[in-house]
Structure formats: structure tokens, C-alpha cells
């Protein structure tokens, strides 16, 4: 039964993928050439066949796969600064969100287990963490660059702002919700502070950490495309930047798709760690 | 009981601000010492602080008066000296059986090696026959079994006293009375002292030496088990002093715990030393004249 409905839902993917390629294929047919006032300027950019309407601006699904192989064969090249492989505009940004997102984690979660532990502080730090969380990371942006004066840290830094409060505030819920009877079977054993924090509240905790980390590095990854767009210089959402500069459209269909597989594949990897640190009760 | 008792409640009591000035008294003025190797069983009907009584002994809780003294000392905190075992089994989710007994025995001996406690951890592993589902986690094990498991880990650490807080409560009846049968035994073996709370009679009636019967208000009844110690749940039906024992505690319990105040108005009661009754067959005449209903 399991392995049939596995069957059909594949089946059933294939077959939605191959209506939307359909689709696209017939929205990017060539329409009926409209000869004569074309603009030569945007002639020279998408191509004259393309200005003249025998041929779409939008590249073909058949054109995409071409522009996508070309990258996936060579996406290691470096030619000059402005022409720079796929693979390392990605290397770029993953580096980029790595580092912020680790130094979120290594303020949010100790911070956050403070914070969950002692309802003083759980109540004096609450309307801060209220404010700045919703605000657009995007926004410390400017800010960043005048204190900073380096766009690839104030990226950096723009990473962090935005992985702190998922992980800071699931932190601080998990720890300050960890069950009353565990608590008391620490109390009764006379367990130390240290123990308790480690054996007790952290493994308790850990599920909930670990949700506040894969929303965190979600948002992250969503970020950094629109933060590299603004400080520019290398990584996929320059690259996306500078391929719209280009109108290279086939370009940037093949970033998008890009971002999306690393995307599922950080979330993927997460939850594969959630799983080491969840528990049955 | 000259014998100075390993643990004494002296004048205890809880009271609860009430909602628009005033406090609730849960109870007050509660006495009640407890003997080194003595078991004994609380009954009462919910809502009259049970479970307080355990948590303050447990030191979980404060009172709002009064005192616990055990071994000449008056408690402070929760202690090693006196484990629980709790309502629901509070094992850690994501430890083994071994690994959360041996969690409760490291906390009591930093100083043993990994050996000495896995050892020591089986020994009370196979205490409570659970030998073979040591690398279990607790969601793979069947209620009894996590019972067992809140037992052995209560037991390991070898406490001066085990407190119970109806421990057997969430259980289907086969499996607490093999449960109820095994904790006697075991408690018998290594010479526990005991403090259980239960709102279960026949339960009492198996395990405890004393039973506490206690009122919604400050007064309480102690009552001895006049059955042999070596009763079995299987037979003791069977035994002279089982009714005469079971209708004064359902009695009690029934009827006798609401008007128990007006019953006792007039004589002399002492908290200190509430009315001591031993229900038998044969009249005895150590029955005290309170007793006589």
C-alpha cells in the first residue's frame, strides 16, 4: 500500500512537471514578427530574432537546461570578478550564512537558556526582543556599513540579526518549559547546577532548540540572496543582480532553481539533526 | 516506641491565601513520627493535601508552619536521603532504563567509577525483574515497567526513606497487584522505611504497617494493620482481621471522616497523639475508647 501511494505521488509529480514544461514551452513560442520599429538598443540586448517577435525573450525550457548544463559543467571557473562560476557564488553565500548563522547560535543559545531559566531576566529582556524582532533585517543594513565600513561583514552581520531571535526565543520557550516532575527528579537527586543544565534541561529542551535552528536557518538563506543583491561583489544574489543587469534571463532561472535545492538542502540537513536529539515521552 | 523515630512531623500545616483576603487551611498541627523500617500509608480523600504532605517530606514544598525532623535534623531542601517515587513514573524520556537509574546513582556517589555504578545499577535492575529491557528507552516499556524502573531508580540510591505518591495509581489491576506484592517484598528484604500516600484501602491494607487515616480537617485516626507481615494479596481476604480492619477504614472514609470533628468534640484531642485503633476480630482491649463507634 505504502510503496503503491510512494508510486502514484511519484507518477503524480512527473506528471504535474511535465504540464508546467508544457505550459512554458507554449508561452515562450515565437509569435508572429511585427518587422520594422524596433529599438536597436534592446535589439542589441535580447538578440534581434527576439526583438523582432520571431523568437521569445524568454528563453525556452529547452534554452534554460542548455544555460543550467553549461553552469553545472564548469561551476568552479573564476574570469575576472564579474564573471565568476555558479559553484563559487554559492560557496560565497553558504559561507556567508554559515558564519552568521553560527555566531547567532553561540549568542541565541546560551542567551536564551539564561533567559528561559530565570523569569527575571525572561521578563526584562522580552519587550526588547518583542521590538527588534520584527524588523526586516535588511533594515540594520545601512547601519551596518557605517559602523562596519565592510560590506561582506555587515552581510555577515545582517545573517546573524536575522538567525538570532528564532533560535533565542525557541531556546528560552524550551528551556522555561521543561517538565515540572523532571525538575523535581533533579531536585531530589540533588543534582548540581552544571548536571542539571546538561543532563536535564538541555536534552528536555533540545527538540525545541533545534526548531527555533531550522527556522532560523531558513530565514538566513532567504536573507542573504537579498543581502548580497545590495552589498554586491560576489555570491548567488549578486550573481542574480548581475544577470538581470545582463537580462540574461536564463541565467537567472538557473540561480533561482539553485537556491532552492541548497535551501532544501540545509533544511533537509537539520531536520536530519533534530531527529539525533528527539524523544518519545 | 520509646525508640526515637527516624523521621518526625511535628505540627505541620499548609494554608493557601485565599482569593479576596483570608487563607484556606489545608491541614495544621499535624503530628506524626515514623519509625526506622516502618511502613506507612496516608489515605485521604483528594483536597486534603496528600500530596503536599509528601512534596514538604520530599522537600519540593514549604510549609506554612511547623517542621520535618529526620535523624535529629530539621530538613531544609530536597535530599538523597529520601527518594521518590512519583505519580506519573517522571523518568527521563531520552535516557535508558540503565541510564536513568544510573543517572539518580552517579548523583549520589560522583566518586564511583562507570563500573561500580552499571554494576550497582544492575544489581536493582534485576531487583525489580526487568533484566533484559536495560537499553530500553522508557516509551518502548508497558506502564508496570516504567513503575519498576521509578522504583529501582528510588531504590538504588539507597535512601533512609522512600517516599511514594500513589504510585501505583495509573496502573490496570493485574499489574498493580504484582507491582503492590513485589514493592512489600522488596521493602521487607532491605528493611525500607516507607511513606505512601494511596487513596486505594486494599492497597494500605497489604503494604502498610500503620495506616493514616486523615479528615479534611486537622484530625486524623492512626490505625495499626492487625494482619500477619507475611499477609500475601492472594490470601489475606481470608484472615480474621481482614474485614474488621477493612470496614473501619471504609467506615472512616466513608462516613466517619466528615463527622469526625463533632465525633471527638468534647474529649480531649491531642494532635500530637491521635486516637490509635487496631480493628480485630476478637475484641481486644487495646482498643481505646475513641475507637468505638
Request: glycine share 8%; proline share 6%; net charge neutral.
Amino acid at each position: 500500500m505504502a510503496s503503491s501511494l510512494t508510486l502514484r505521488a511519484g507518477l503524480l509529480s512527473l506528471l504535474i512537471f511535465a504540464a508546467f514544461i508544457g505550459a512554458w514551452q507554449w508561452a515562450t513560442l515565437p509569435t508572429a514578427g511585427v518587422a520594422g520599429n524596433v529599438d536597436p538598443e534592446y535589439a542589441a540586448l535580447v538578440s534581434g530574432a527576439a526583438a523582432q517577435g520571431a523568437k521569445s525573450a524568454f528563453p525556452t525550457p529547452a534554452d534554460v537546461a542548455a544555460t543550467l548544463w553549461g553552469h553545472l559543467k564548469d561551476p568552479f571557473y573564476v574570469r575576472g570578478a564579474n564573471d565568476q562560476g555558479v559553484g563559487i557564488q554559492l560557496a560565497y553565500s553558504l559561507g556567508r550564512v554559515i558564519v552568521g548563522y553560527l555566531l547567532a547560535a553561540a549568542v541565541a543559545i546560551p542567551l536564551g537558556f539564561l533567559i528561559g531559566m530565570s523569569p527575571l531576566t525572561y521578563r526584562a529582556l522580552d519587550p526588547f526582543i518583542q521590538i527588534l524582532k520584527p524588523i526586516s533585517p535588511l533594515a540594520w543594513m545601512p547601519l551596518a556599513l557605517y559602523t562596519i565600513k565592510d560590506s561582506g561583514i555587515s552581510a555577515i552581520f545582517v545573517i546573524f540579526i536575522c538567525s538570532l531571535w528564532p533560535m533565542l526565543i525557541n531556546t528560552a520557550f524550551g528551556v522555561a518549559s521543561v517538565r515540572k516532575e523532571w525538575l523535581n527528579v533533579a531536585a531530589t537527586l540533588e543534582v548540581g547546577a552544571f548536571r542539571k543544565a546538561f543532563l536535564v534541561i538541555l536534552p528536555a529542551a533540545a527538540p525545541t532548540i533545534m526548531t527555533g535552528m531550522r527556522i532560523s536557518i531558513g530565514i538566513a538563506w532567504l536573507v542573504i540572496v537579498a543581502a548580497e543583491m545590495l552589498v554586491g561583489g560576489t555570491g548567488i544574489g549578486y550573481f542574480v543582480w548581475n544577470e538581470w543587469n545582463n537580462l540574461s534571463i536564463g541565467n537567472i532561472i538557473t540561480a533561482i532553481l539553485l537556491i532552492g535545492l541548497v535551501g532544501m538542502a540545509l533544511d533537509l540537513a537539520l531536520a536530519r539533526a533534530a531527529r539525533l536529539v528527539a524523544y518519545r515521552e | 516506641m520509646t525508640e526515637k523515630p527516624l523521621i518526625s512531623i511535628e505540627a505541620l500545616a499548609r494554608r493557601y491565601p485565599k482569593r479576596g483576603g483570608g487563607e484556606t487551611t489545608v491541614f495544621e498541627d499535624l503530628w506524626l513520627p515514623i519509625q526506622k523500617g516502618e511502613f506507612v500509608c496516608l489515605i485521604g480523600h483528594s483536597g486534603c493535601g496528600k500530596t503536599t504532605i509528601l512534596n514538604v517530606l520530599a522537600g519540593l514544598d514549604q510549609p506554612s508552619s511547623g517542621s520535618v525532623i529526620v535523624d535529629g535534623r530539621e530538613i531544609s531542601g530536597p535530599s538523597l536521603d529520601r527518594a521518590v517515587i512519583f505519580q506519573g513514573h517522571s523518568l527521563l524520556p531520552w535516557m535508558t532504563v540503565l541510564g536513568n537509574i544510573a543517572f539518580a546513582v552517579s548523583s549520589r556517589r560522583p566518586e564511583w567509577s562507570r563500573e561500580t555504578v552499571r554494576a550497582h545499577c544492575q544489581r536493582y535492575v534485576d531487583l525489580v525483574h526487568l533484566s533484559g529491557s536495560e537499553h530500553k528507552k522508557p516509551s518502548e516499556l508497558s506502564g508496570g515497567m516504567k513503575q519498576r524502573v521509578g522504583i529501582a531508580r528510588a531504590l538504588a540510591i539507597e535512601p533512609k526513606m522512600l517516599l511514594m505518591d500513589e504510585p501505583f495509581s495509573a496502573l490496570d489491576a493485574l499489574t498493580r497487584g504484582s507491582l503492590q506484592e513485589e514493592a512489600r517484598r522488596i521493602c521487607r528484604e532491605t528493611g525500607q522505611t516507607v511513606f505512601m500516600i494511596t487513596h486505594d484501602i486494599d492497597e494500605a491494607m497489604l503494604l502498610a504497617d500503620r495506616i493514616v487515616l486523615m479528615t479534611n480537617g486537622p484530625q486524623a485516626e492512626i490505625v495499626e494493620n492487625p494482619l500477619p507481615r507475611d499477609r500475601l494479596a492472594a490470601s489475606m481476604h481470608r484472615h480474621a482481621d481482614y474485614y474488621p480492619l477493612r470496614n473501619h477504614l471504609l467506615e472512616f472514609l466513608v462516613t466517619r471522616s466528615k463527622s469526625f470533628a463533632s465525633e471527638i468534640e468534647g474529649r480531649p484531642y491531642d494532635p500530637r497523639k491521635p486516637a490509635v485503633v487496631r480493628p480485630c476480630a476478637v475484641a481486644e482491649d487495646k482498643v481505646p475508647a475513641a475507637a468505638s463507634v
